[in-house]
Structure formats: C-alpha cells, structure tokens
C-alpha cells in the first residue's frame, strides 16, 4: 500500500514549529516525502512523513532501524543527509537534506541524461559506488538500490543515496522477495536457491550491476530474475545475451557480467568496480 493513499495532506502545514510543507515529492510504502522551507533559515529541505500509530511492532522496529543505519553514513557526500528525525504520538518525521535534481529515474529515462555520455555517466557511477562503499564498511546493507532510491545533482553528475528503509547490518539476511523484483539478485528473490540465507551486500552488488544497464541502455534487462523470466533465463544460458539484445560496449559488458554473476561470492568488488569504470574507455 502507498503511504499516500493512507495519510492525510501535510501541504501547508508546519511541522516541529520550523519546517513549512510545500510540495509532495514522492511516497512508497512507508512514507511521504515533502519539499519545505525551513523558516528559521529559508533553506529548503525534504521531510519524509510515516505514520507509527497503529504500527505493529515489527513494523516500528523497522522505521526506527531506518533512522538509525542512515544516520550512520549521512555524512557521506554520496549519501543524502539526515538533519533530524523526531515523532508525535502519531508519526514519525525524517528531515533530509533537498536534493534539486530529481531522482536517477527521471534522468536516465525522461531526460535521457546518459546517452552517449561517457564522463557524465562514469562520474554519476562512481559517485554512486562510493556512497555503497560507506555503507558497506560502515556494515550497513541497502538492500534496496534502484534508481527511484537515488536522487541526482541537477546536471545529473552526482547520485546521492536515499531510502534505508529496507537496510540491515547483519552478515545475512533471510528475507527473501524483500525489494524491487527488477534488481533483486537471484538469491535475493529465493527461487533458485530454496529461498536459503543469502549476503544482502552482494546483493546490493548485483543491484549496482542492473542499474549501470539502465543507465548505459535506458532499459531494464528483465523484469525479475527467476527462471520464470523469459529474458532473464536467456541470461542463465549464456550471459552474453545482454551484449546482443541491450546497446553497450564489450568492455561495459564485461565489467557488469562480473557484477551479474550468478555466483554470488564472484562478484566483483566495490573496489574493483570502482577502478574498473574509472579505466573504461567507453559505455556505448
């Protein structure tokens, strides 16, 4: 259920005596988010509004984890900054810092951002594989890494790292078909694996991996990887598949084959898929 259908209005309305709502900026399961002012400085910010009343408790544990694993990384210049976070007796409010250029969605789709542009591409990337780092050695998984996730600089050069609402710091994870079917990693969506414990940081490498398709093709490269999927079990019989059906170079598909393997501990990691896109001659 969309949190918006289920809440009230919040445009116009002040909150904590200092934050003005303004404008809906989007909503997921959980929570809306708003533009406001915040009329001690006139800067703009983003408030995230979610209901806890008539939470139950499971439900509660996790808006609190949400709080508490993004304040551990908001610092990082790739992850988008927590300023605040405090509750009524109804819900619970998260004030994040504004970021003006929409979400990496918006870019690769709408505006076609990345089309032929090798460095603005690899910038953004980057960019992006380092605000996953932080969250990794800080031991915190995402788990949930899709471009709705991941807002953008205005030119669209740098990704900042959104929504910890599905993050987690333990070592496995064993809720399998949590997250987005289009960038769950196999392990993730259970089927091929008896839905056994699986890492959810190697997961969020086989994420990083869909991603850079969407970015590099404007396209998803299936809808869910199971071996119901059409498209998805033509990759199982030969990953090359994504180098004949998707527009990209042969060494972008070497690199993202390495992020796409089915083999979960032979990913490829962040560190070396840092180097390996800086090295890159081109995406197209």
């Given amino acids: 259920m969309v949190a918006a259908?289920?809440?009230?209005?919040?445009?116009?309305?002040?909150?904590?005596?200092?934050?003005?709502?303004?404008?809906?900026?989007?909503?997921?399961?959980?929570?809306?988010?708003?533009?406001?002012?915040?009329?001690?400085?006139?800067n703009f910010v983003a408030v995230k509004v979610i209901r806890t009343v008539g939470r139950s408790p499971a439900e509660l544990a996790t808006i609190k984890r949400e709080v508490a694993l993004h304040s551990v990384v908001a610092h990082h210049e790739s992850v988008v900054g927590l300023i605040d976070a405090f509750d009524t007796d109804e819900y619970c409010y998260m004030?994040?810092?504004?970021?003006?250029?929409?979400?990496?969605?918006?870019?690769?789709?709408?505006?076609?951002?990345?089309?032929?542009?090798?460095?603005?591409?690899?910038?953004?990337?980057?960019?992006?594989?380092?605000a996953v780092q932080a969250c990794h050695d800080a031991k915190i998984a995402h788990r949930d890494l899709k471009p709705e996730n991941i807002l953008t600089s205005e030119d669209g050069s740098r990704l900042y790292l959104a929504d910890f609402g599905l993050a987690m710091n333990q070592k496995m994870a064993s809720d399998c078909g949590r997250g987005t079917s289009i960038y769950m990693s196999p392990e993730a969506t259970g089927e091929l694996t008896a839905r056994?414990?699986?890492?959810?940081?190697?997961?969020?490498?086989?994420?990083?991996?869909?991603?850079?398709?969407?970015?590099i093709t404007?396209?998803?490269?299936?809808?869910?990887?199971?071996?119901?999927?059409?498209?998805?079990?033509?990759?199982?019989?030969?990953?090359?598949?994504?180098?004949?059906?998707?527009?990209?170079?042969?060494?972008?598909?070497?690199?993202?084959?390495?992020?796409?393997?089915?083999?979960?501990?032979?990913?490829?990691?962040?560190?070396?898929?840092?180097?390996a896109i800086l090295s890159l001659d081109t995406f197209f």
């Fill in 5 to 42: 259908k289920s809440l009230p209005n919040f445009i116009g309305t002040v909150i904590g005596e200092r934050y003005h709502l303004t404008e809906e900026l989007g909503s997921g399961s959980y929570g809306v988010v708003y533009k406001a002012v915040d009329l001690t400085n006139d």
């Fill in 196 to 215: 056994q414990p699986f890492d959810p940081y190697l997961n969020d490498i086989w994420a990083l991996g869909v991603i850079l398709v969407n970015m």
């Fill in 95 to 130: 004030i994040l810092e504004y970021i003006r250029g929409g979400d990496l969605f918006e870019q690769i789709v709408e505006k076609k951002s990345y089309q032929g542009k090798d460095e603005l591409l690899r910038r953004a990337f980057v960019s992006l594989v380092d």
């Fill in 218 to 275: 404007r396209q998803n490269p299936w809808s869910k990887a199971t071996s119901r999927d059409a498209d998805f079990s033509q990759f199982i019989m030969g990953p090359e598949f994504l180098l004949k059906e998707f527009p990209m170079s042969k060494g972008a598909f070497a690199i993202i084959r390495e992020m796409l393997d089915l083999h979960p501990a032979k990913r490829i990691s962040l560190r070396a898929l840092r180097k």
